[in-house]
Every structure is written in structure tokens, then in C-alpha cells.
């Protein structure tokens, strides 16, 4: 049933590799050795900044001479990589104070209130471990959409909630990591709170989202995924997954199969492939054991667009009776 075709010689493990399937276009970033005399935090392999270094690096083209937005900046690591591509960079954070990067400055924005800048400025919009902060995630995807240009990039990374070992820690105990810590919590939760910086209170990992939610709402709001990047396998989703694998593939198989004889408005044709990409992602051994979820989607339409599309193709309320 999958689409899924693994490049010859591609073990689960951190080796440069492809996956290729209908829809989706998968990659493995390769490793990169530093030459710095001291590690620095981009240059650990087990740092999600690691893994957006390499994919930047390797794709330089893409970003030079193009203007980039890093929203949340942080500290200004992945701004100053940019910047060494040769981007145009415009950094963005709830708390500015801690970006430190010579030659480049960071306003202060929230993403749920909007970031200061015209409609479709960017070429591309980078969101490193935001998306599980933000209490509004499709009101951020809108943004997103605003501000990007037809055809640009959208580069979201976040905690993967769909490996195997975070699904196991949600069954146990509704947390992100089994045995190593409580659930979300207002103890535990607030990061940061300090009025003389901002108003805002800065949640943790209260909103985080695994590959299936996140997919769905870039389609709601105009995007479509263009390959999901891997960076390193989990221990534990590796040691669960040739237990877990065979029900996870009849399970989504059998889901597949009764909801598309299942009768509904939108044509059969869009259903046929909605539910194969989403039974494609549930079902990628990689998906399931990767440590982050990284990737890049493309602007495929404006908002309107994607209203319009959708009033076309679903009933109202009154009429599904």
C-alpha cells in the first residue's frame, strides 16, 4: 500500500540518504565534521541546530541573496549561519535581548500578533523549535503564509510528537518523555515570565505537534510538504519499532480502506490522495523513530485561494444533515 521507496543500502541510521515517494520527498542530512577546536552547539549532532546547519550548508543556493526570516531567533545561531550563506536576514523574537550576533539585529515580534513586515516580503521562513510554543498553531501557519512569497519556503522543525517513544510516553503518561518528566504543568511549563523584558509569558512544550496535525494545518493554510529532512534516530523508537511497525501498518491500512468506502461530499478523487499521503506519513518507519520532525514545505496559494478551494469542495453545516 505504501508509496514509500527506500534508496538501495539505507539503513535506519544517520547516513546520507533518500526517500522517494509520490508526494513526499524525504532526505537524511549527511554528517559534518567540525573543524572548530572547541564544539560548538550547532556543531553537536544531537542539537537540532546541528541538523539546520547541515540542511543550510548543503543548500546554499537556496539561501543566497535571498531574503530570510528566523522566527524565533533565539540566541541568533541559525540567523548568523544564514548570514554566512550569504542570506538576507531579518531575525524576529519574543525576547530580543538574548539574540547576540555581530552584524545583525533582532526586533522584537510575537507571531501570534503578527510579524512587522509587507505581504509575501520573504523568500524563505524559518521556525526552529517554535511551532510547540505557540497556543495558536493555525494562526501561525496564516502568518507563515502571509509573509512568504508564492513558491517560497516554510523550514518548521519541532520535537518529533509522532516517533514511537513519544506516542509510548503519551500512553503511559500523557508526557513528553517517559520516566524523565511529568506532564506539561503549570510548575514545570512557564519558561519565562519576567515583566521588565515582556508581557508575555513564554510557555514550554505545552502545543506539541506531531506530523499529521502539522501537515494538515499547512494545507488549511496554503502549503504543501516538500520533503521532510531526518537527523537521528531515537534509541527507544528503534528498539519499539519492529514490534510496533506491523500493527501500525494494518491499523492504517484498515483505516484507509473503510473511510474511502465511506460516503462524503469531497470528490473521491482528493480523498483517494489525501488518505494515501496521510497513510504514507503514519507508516514511515523513518517518521517513527526520528529524534525531530524537520520540514520544509512551499507556498502553494495565497489564503484566499485555499478558502475559496475549500468552500468549493465541502458542504455547510446546514446541508450535511
Given at each position: 500500500m505504501s508509496h514509500f521507496r527506500f534508496a538501495a543500502g539505507s539503513p535506519?541510521?544517520?547516513?546520507?540518504?533518500?526517500?522517494?515517494?509520490?508526494?513526499?520527498n524525504i532526505s537524511q542530512t549527511a554528517p559534518l565534521t567540525s573543524k572548530r577546536p572547541q564544539m560548538q552547539y550547532e556543531d553537536n549532532t544531537n542539537s537540532i541546530k546541528y541538523h539546520v546547519k547541515l540542511?543550510?550548508?548543503?543548500?546554499?543556493?537556496?539561501?543566497?541573496?535571498?531574503?530570510?526570516?528566523?522566527?524565533?531567533?533565539?540566541?541568533?545561531?541559525?540567523?548568523?549561519?544564514?548570514?554566512?550563506?550569504?542570506?538576507?536576514?531579518h531575525a524576529y523574537d519574543l525576547f530580543p535581548e538574548y539574540f547576540?550576533?555581530?552584524?545583525?539585529?533582532?526586533?522584537?515580534?510575537?507571531?501570534?500578533?503578527?510579524?512587522p513586515v509587507a505581504d509575501n516580503f520573504a523568500d524563505v521562513l524559518v521556525c526552529q523549535e517554535g511551532i510547540e510554543h505557540f497556543s495558536d498553531q493555525y494562526r501561525a501557519f496564516q502568518e507563515f503564509n502571509r509573509i512568504i512569497?508564492?513558491?517560497?519556503?516554510?523550514?518548521?522543525?519541532?520535537?518529533?510528537?509522532?516517533?514511537?517513544?513519544?506516542?509510548?510516553?503519551?500512553?503511559?503518561f500523557e508526557t513528553e518523555y517517559f520516566l524523565k518528566m511529568m506532564p506539561?504543568?503549570?510548575?514545570?511549563?512557564?519558561?519565562?515570565?519576567?515583566?521588565?523584558l515582556s508581557s508575555e509569558i513564554y510557555l514550554g512544550h505545552i502545543f506539541l505537534i506531531g506530523i499529521q496535525r502539522l501537515r494538515l494545518l499547512a494545507k488549511l493554510s496554503g502549503f504543501k510538504i516538500k520533503r521532510i529532512i531526518f537527523t537521528y534516530p531515537k534509541t527507544t523508537s528503534l528498539v519499539l519499532l519492529p514490534f510496533a511497525f506491523p500493527f501500525i501498518w494494518l491499523a492504517s491500512w484498515l483505516t484507509y480502506r473503510k473511510s474511502i468506502r465511506e460516503p462524503s461530499s469531497p470528490p473521491m478523487a482528493l480523498r483517494r490522495q489525501v488518505y494515501r499521503e496521510i497513510m504514507q506519513l503514519n507508516t514511515s518507519a523513518r517518521i517513527l523513530v526520528d529524534k525531530y520532525l524537520f520540514v520544509e514545505f512551499e507556498k502553494e496559494a495565497q489564503l484566499e485561494t485555499v478558502r475559496s478551494r475549500l468552500h468549493s469542495q465541502h458542504r455547510t453545516f446546514d446541508r450535511m444533515s
Open positions: 535506519l541510521r544517520r547516513k546520507r540518504s533518500t526517500i522517494e515517494n509520490r508526494q513526499l540542511f543550510i550548508r548543503q543548500n546554499q543556493l537556496k539561501f543566497k541573496d535571498k531574503v530570510v526570516i528566523d522566527a524565533p531567533a533565539g540566541a541568533g545561531v541559525t540567523s548568523r549561519i544564514l548570514k554566512e550563506a550569504g542570506a538576507v536576514v547576540k550576533v555581530n552584524g545583525l539585529t533582532c526586533e522584537r515580534a510575537n507571531i501570534m500578533e503578527g510579524i512569497k508564492e513558491n517560497g519556503s516554510l523550514l518548521i522543525t519541532t520535537p518529533n510528537y509522532s516517533n514511537l517513544q513519544s506516542r509510548l510516553s503519551h500512553f503511559l506539561a504543568n503549570e510548575a514545570d511549563s512557564v519558561w519565562m515570565a519576567d515583566p521588565s
